[in-house]
């Protein structure tokens, strides 16, 4: 059996295995959530908090409209997601270094994204994807009946209580407290993770305010746990300072890994800016596909 290449990225931290299907050996590989959930274990495979794949665009119905690529997102409990921001940002950067172009776009699930760099940025790793818009009514999260948004009733753990739930592709549910760092996500995460409010479940994020436009936030992903950094959390939790009037339209989010800009522009489309990485490449074992 040939050996599969992939890519080690991450963005702040948030890190995933990239495995381009486009051309070479891994061109028609199919992988299920038991050999992905395999990959994704630190001890036993590669580690990541998300397994990325790259898929042609040509003949790809999620690609109908034109794209450069297709992206599949599935967390590191195998389960296949619509939207990654911080994995966004990665595969837009390989497309843009490809073509030499500063431009890329990345058909998901969760629709056409776009990314881009100025060529300093290009060099640097430093990439902006248009997220799409903002999705705030409780069928979109979604949610499990009617509700407000805004200030989501029913839905508290421990100190945790009256919450924004915002889409940006995937669910999350944001909670604005006096001390992100003191909040026990550990603990905490999970049950809201699987709320019956939530009937895909939900990405859960704890913040505070700690300047006019800066959130500190702290993340418990989705079919992870805790993890460095998140960049879809990132654009939810300012998407709900904004509308809990905390912060203008442009936050800086400081996550565990480091600092996200996050714009949302009155014609609702939500802009994420931040950094990508490669840290390694390699092939995978056999033994990790059977
Ligand atoms: N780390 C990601 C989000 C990945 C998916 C999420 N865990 C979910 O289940 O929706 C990001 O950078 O956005």
């Known amino acids: 059996m040939n050996r599969i290449p992939f890519l080690k990225m991450h963005g702040l931290g948030n890190d995933f295995v990239v495995i381009d299907r486009r051309s070479g050996p891994a061109r ?29 665009a040509e003949g790809d119905p999620l690609a109908a409209g034109g794209a450069d690529a297709v992206m599949r997102i599935h967390n590191a409990d195998g389960g296949e997601v619509e939207a990654c921001g911080n994995a966004t940002r990665c595969v837009g950067f390989l497309l843009m270094a490809e073509t030499g172009l500063a431009r890329a776009t990345i058909a998901t699930a969760a629709g056409h994204l776009l990314a ?12 902006t994807v248009d997220m799409g818009p903002a999705r705030l009514d409780w069928q979109q ?8 948004t805004l200030h989501l009733d029913g839905v508290s753990e421990g100190p945790l209580t009256d919450p924004v739930a915002v889409n940006v592709g995937n669910p999350h549910v944001v909670f604005f407290v006096d001390d992100a760092e ?4 550990e603990r905490l995460g999970p049950p809201l993770e699987h709320h019956p409010a939530f009937p ?29 950094a998140c960049g879809t959390g990132a654009c939810a939790a300012a998407i ?24 949302w522009t009155d014609d609702n489309r939500v802009l994420m800016s ?15 596909l059977a």
């Open 28 to 56: 028609g590989l199919t992988l299920d959530a038991r050999q992905i959930r395999r990959i994704s274990d630190r001890r036993l495979g590669v580690g990541c908090d998300q397994f990325i794949l790259i898929d042609p």
């Open 116 to 127: 881009s760099a100025d060529s300093e940025g290009t060099a640097a790793g430093l990439i």
């Open 141 to 148: 999260i979604p949610l499990s009946g009617p509700a407000d």
């Open 182 to 185: 003191a909040v026990d996500l």
């Open 200 to 228: 895909r479940r939900t990405n859960v994020e704890v913040a505070h305010r700690i300047g006019p436009d800066r959130i500190r936030m702290r993340v418990w992903e989705r079919g992870v746990g805790i993890t460095a």
């Open 240 to 263: 709900a300072a904004i509308r809990r009037g905390l912060t203008g339209r442009t936050v800086q989010v400081v996550l565990d890994g480091g600092p996200l800009s996050i714009t």
């Open 274 to 288: 931040g950094p990508v990485a490669t840290s390694f490449e390699g092939t995978l074992d056999p033994s990790l």
